[in-house]
């Protein structure tokens, strides 16, 4: 196995859990949990793929996978914040309608055949750097080097601008936001649909950019559950969610290279043929999320982990305790 490939196979592949995760905590910070980010990838991904397939135009298809996922977090900002309905059921409610509408609009994208690409770059000057050249700046796709950039934008939004003191005040306190003249309702819906059109954007690069060329029931693979549980690893930080992102992906390419034939080491490989590696990988987005629900499920544990004060609870105006 060599180190380098495993590593610019990581970043590629944790550009989608890059851009899930960072979505992610623009909805928790405004206070609202958002499960559903599975379901918004699938329709990002199948969106993206179809309109690539019928077009023939790869940008077109990125652009309106991430509006799809963007439009589906609206039935989730409508039911959590206008509505104050529990936030974890109707992320899975969103999860399940999601993944049917997928099946349902890829029903035919199986067997669609080859599609136009979004292009892949080799930065000058960057790839020529020893050990990072190679891994981040060589033969990646646009999508990884807008990931990017994402990250240190969000970073600076959330941490360094008015909106953003604005955001981290309504998942905070948002009584004590509402009193300062800030639109708590307002800002939860558009952080919430920020969130979506992420998650569209993570879908919509698996089947433009990462797996290029077929759509099918496996295309997520549970990493949008993946991404919901970085938010916590990261503790609501864009930077290291980008970092959890990376290692992630990369340790999961490790773990499949090594069911393969090659020798580990010199030695015969003891995990050829040996299918636990895959059964765990399949398991893990699952227990994952499990533990994610354990950790925001009360308040001590959530204070414990410097979750948002306010996450998970409506904001009714005049209320006590919101």
Do not use: C
């Amino acid at each position: 196995m060599d180190p380098t490939v495993i590593l610019a196979a990581g970043v590629a592949s944790g550009t989608v859990l890059l851009f899930a995760s960072v979505g992610e905590i623009f909805a928790e910070r405004s206070g609202v949990i958002n499960l559903g980010v599975e379901g918004m990838m699938l329709i990002g991904a199948v969106v993206a793929f179809g309109t690539a397939v019928a077009t023939g135009d790869a940008w077109l298809g990125l652009v309106l996978g991430t509006i799809a996922g963007g439009l589906l977090s609206v039935l989730h900002a409508i039911v959590t914040i206008s509505f104050r309905a529990e936030q974890v059921v109707s992320g899975l409610a969103l999860t399940f309608l999601g993944t049917g509408l997928a099946r349902v609009l890829g029903e035919d994208l199986s067997k669609a055949g080859a599609i136009s690409l979004l292009p892949k770059l080799t930065v000058p000057v960057l790839s020529s750097i020893p050990v990072i050249g190679p891994i981040f700046f060589t033969d990646q796709s646009v999508l990884v080097y807008v990931g990017f950039i994402v990250v240190p934008v969000a970073w600076y939004w959330i941490g360094r601008t008015r909106p953003g003191l604005h955001l981290r005040a309504v998942g905070e306190n948002p009584a004590a936001a509402d009193t300062l003249g800030v639109d708590v309702v307002r800002l939860r819906y558009a952080y919430v649909v920020v969130g979506g059109l992420l998650a569209g954007l993570a879908g919509a690069t698996i089947t433009l950019a990462i797996s290029p060329g077929w759509f099918g029931d496996l295309t997520t693979s549970g990493q949008g559950w993946i991404a919901v549980a970085l938010v916590i690893f990261a503790q609501w930080s864009p930077l290291r969610a980008a970092f959890g992102a990376f290692a992630f992906a990369a340790i999961r390419r490790m773990l499949l290279d090594i069911q393969g034939p090659q020798d580990l080491l010199g030695f015969p490989n003891p995990f050829y043929h040996d299918h636990t590696l895959t059964f765990f990988l399949q398991m893990l987005p699952y227990i994952l999320v499990i533990l994610v629900l354990i950790a925001v499920s009360g308040e001590a544990m959530r204070k414990r982990i410097g979750a948002p004060a306010a996450l998970g609870i409506p904001y009714v105006r005049g209320e006590r305790g919101h």
